[in-house]
Every structure is written in C-alpha cells, then in structure tokens.
C-alpha cells in the first residue's frame, strides 16, 4: 500500500507517493527507512527511484543529519533484486548499474551527513548503499558481503570502487572474490563500521550521534564533508588548496562569527572565575597553616 510522506521546503508542504521508503523527521534529525521487509528490503527500480525522489525533496537548510536503515528486525538491505535482475540484457544491467550508481553518489555528496544505521543483512547493494553514507554504525545481528560474483555478476552500485577505499585493496578484493559474508564484530574489525551496538539500541545510538554532529557548525561540516570528498581522490597539493577555499568560505558565514564571539566570551568568563579563585587562595593557605602548626602540636 503507497503511503504519503508530507514534506516541509520552503514553507510548503507537499506529498510523496512512496511504497516502499519511509521518510520522518524529528527535529533537525531525519530518518528514511527503506520498507520493503517481505524482500528483506531489497532494492528494485522503484525503491531506488523513492530513495531519489526522497533526498531530492529534503530541506537541507533545515534537517541536520539523514540517517538510513532498513524496516524490520532482520535486514538492512539484503541487495539490489534478484528477481528484477535476472532478465536484464547487457544495455539494460549497465542502466540499472548507473541508476543505483547515481542515487548512491547522490547520497554521498548530499550536503548533510549521512549515517548508515545498519539493522541486519547488507549484502550487494546493501553493503553498497552502507558504503555511500558517510558513517556507517549496526546491530551485533548485522552480516555485512558482496555476494555477486556467486550471481555471475559484478558489484554494480559501487562496491568494485568504495569497499576497496574503505578496507583495503586486499580486503575488498577477497571479500568480492569469495563472495563471503562477515559478521558486525569483522566489519567493525576491518573499519567497515565504526561501532557495533545491540540492536535494539541502534537507531537510538545513530540519533545520538547524529545529535553530536547537529550541535555543531552546519555550515562547516557542510564544508568539512565537501572538503573531505573533493580531496580524496586528489593529489595532496589540490586537495589541501580545496581545504583553504573552503576554509575561507567559513568566514562569511554567521555561525563563526557567533561561535567565535561565544568561545571568547565564555573565555572571559572562565578567566574571571579563576581570578575569583585565586582571590580564595590565601584561605586554603591558612587552612593548610593551620594543618601545619596542629601537626606541630
Ligand atoms: N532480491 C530479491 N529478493 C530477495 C533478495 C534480493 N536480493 N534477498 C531476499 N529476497 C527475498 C527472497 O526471495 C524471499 O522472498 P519470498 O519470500 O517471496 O521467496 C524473501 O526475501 C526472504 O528471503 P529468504 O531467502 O527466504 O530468507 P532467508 O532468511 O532464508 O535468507 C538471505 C536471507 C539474505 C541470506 C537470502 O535472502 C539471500 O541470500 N538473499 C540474496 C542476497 C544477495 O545475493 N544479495 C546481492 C544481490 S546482487
């Protein structure tokens, strides 16, 4: 059954037909969950299409940090569709390659951060769609593989590329190669996640730290997850002149100003405080006088 996602951008509000992705938000914190649990959450055509539709409709001005999981008590996402796949001429598999390709880059580069809360199976483009977010934390249940090769196909949705840049050429490669899958305690081993949490604590761990991340600069993370991005895959001289422009950038904008002025006031404060201290420190002296001398009785 489609259900209506009620969006607020710009002061409208307007509806998503969705069936197979929910979308809430919770102050400045949003959540999509991908819902299709009689699939395991697998991703079809359509659920891609909904994940799009989704990011593209996100008020990033507004919502802080995204954080993606999956319905249900058992899987993330246990891949892109088998049963879609299965009669995909050689065209049709690199168009469905570039679609999940081009949602997946748009999760990577969205202007907020992205935490991957990972509930159980994420396997193919599972493990794929957990590799475009920028923070990957799951549930002790959660079994993490490129399984594809056993399919007769290649990872399509970016695992040939990311996995390899996130554990390693040698990893990567034995994990697409063997077509093995891992366990949480492996992946948090190997840095595929960086913590593993039981699972009925999960979301609300991956709402905490999104919190952590909200308290701060939205523009400077902003900054700082472009920064990050673009300089990458770049040699360290361009990537680190990136680093400058951007840094730069911050100084336009209010919140340093704020920040800034808020830091220094503090620090007038806490030096004040300490002076009001060391104004209390001929007491402690006496006291420890007075220690002194009762000893020497
Ligand atoms: N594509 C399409 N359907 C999928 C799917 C996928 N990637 N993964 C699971 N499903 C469906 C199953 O077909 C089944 O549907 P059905 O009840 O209509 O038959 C349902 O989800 C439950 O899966 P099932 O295999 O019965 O559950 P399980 O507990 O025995 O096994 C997995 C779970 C995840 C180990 C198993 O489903 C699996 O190996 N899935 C494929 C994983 C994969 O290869 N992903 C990469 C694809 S490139």
Same mark, same amino acid.
């Not at 299709?36 to 008020?59: F, G, M, T």
């Not at 088998?82 to 999940?100: H, N, P």
């Given at each position: 059954?489609?259900?209506?996602?009620?969006?607020?951008?710009?002061?409208?509000?307007?509806?998503?037909?969705?069936?197979?992705?929910?979308?809430?938000?919770?102050?400045?914190?949003?959540?999509?969950?991908?819902?299709?649990?009689r699939a395991l959450n697998a991703l079809n055509s359509q659920v891609l299409d909904e994940i799009d539709k989704v990011l593209e409709s996100?008020?990033?001005?507004?919502?802080?940090?995204?954080?993606?999981?999956?319905?249900?008590?058992?899987?993330?996402?246990?891949?892109?569709?088998?049963?879609?796949?299965?009669?995909?001429?050689?065209?049709?598999?690199?168009?469905?390659?570039?679609?999940?390709?081009?949602?997946?880059?748009?999760?990577?580069?969205?202007?907020?951060?992205?935490?991957?809360?990972?509930?159980?199976?994420?396997?193919?483009?599972?493990?794929?769609?957990?590799?475009?977010?920028?923070?990957?934390?799951?549930?002790?249940?959660?079994?993490?593989?490129?399984?594809?090769?056993?399919?007769?196909?290649?990872?399509?949705?970016?695992?040939?590329?990311?996995?390899?840049?996130?554990?390693?050429?040698?990893?990567?490669?034995?994990?697409?190669?063997?077509?093995?899958?891992?366990?949480?305690?492996?992946?948090?081993?190997?840095?595929?996640?960086?913590?593993?949490?039981?699972?009925?604590?999960?979301?609300?761990?991956?709402?905490?730290?999104?919190?952590?991340?909200?308290?701060?600069?939205?523009?400077?993370?902003?900054?700082?997850?472009?920064?990050?991005?673009?300089?990458?895959?770049?040699?360290?001289?361009?990537?680190?002149?990136?680093?400058?422009?951007?840094?730069?950038?911050?100084?336009?904008? =209010?919140?340093?100003? /704020?920040?800034? *002025? %808020?830091?220094?006031?503090?620090? $007038? #404060?806490?030096?004040? !405080?300490?002076? =009001?201290?060391?104004? /209390?420190?001929? *007491? %402690?002296?006496?006291?420890?006088? $007075? #220690?002194?001398?009762? !000893?020497?009785?």
């Amino acid at each position: 059954m489609k259900s209506t996602i009620f969006l607020l951008c710009l002061g409208i509000i307007f509806s998503i037909q969705a069936e197979f992705v929910k979308y809430e938000e919770e102050t400045d914190i949003a959540i999509l969950t991908i819902n299709r649990p009689r699939a395991l959450n697998a991703l079809n055509s359509q659920v891609l299409d909904e994940i799009d539709k989704v990011l593209e409709s996100i008020d990033t001005e507004k919502i802080r940090v995204l954080i993606i999981t999956g319905e249900g008590q058992r899987s993330f996402v246990a891949g892109a569709d088998i049963a879609e796949m299965s009669t995909l001429t050689k065209v049709q598999g690199a168009e469905f390659s570039k679609k999940g390709n081009d949602v997946f880059r748009k999760i990577e580069t969205f202007p907020i951060p992205v935490i991957a809360a990972i509930n159980g199976y994420a396997l193919g483009g599972g493990c794929e769609l957990a590799m475009s977010c920028d923070i990957r934390i799951c549930s002790e249940n959660a079994i993490f593989g490129q399984p594809e090769v056993g399919l007769g196909i290649t990872p399509g949705f970016g695992g040939t590329q990311r996995l390899a840049r996130l554990v390693g050429l040698g990893m990567a490669k034995q994990m697409i190669f063997t077509a093995q899958n891992i366990r949480s305690d492996e992946a948090y081993r190997i840095g595929l996640v960086n913590a593993v949490h039981p699972k009925e604590e999960l979301l609300n761990e991956a709402k905490k730290l999104a919190t952590t991340i909200a308290k701060n600069g939205a523009n400077a993370i902003k900054n700082s997850k472009k920064a990050i991005n673009d300089g990458y895959q770049m040699e360290i001289d361009k990537a680190i002149q990136i680093e400058e422009q951007l840094f730069g950038e911050c100084f336009q904008s =209010d919140e340093q100003v /704020e920040r800034m *002025k %808020n830091f220094l006031e503090k620090g $007038k #404060k806490r030096q004040t !405080k300490k002076e =009001d201290k060391s104004e /209390e420190k001929p *007491k %402690n002296l006496r006291t420890e006088e $007075k #220690k002194e001398a009762e !000893k020497e009785k």
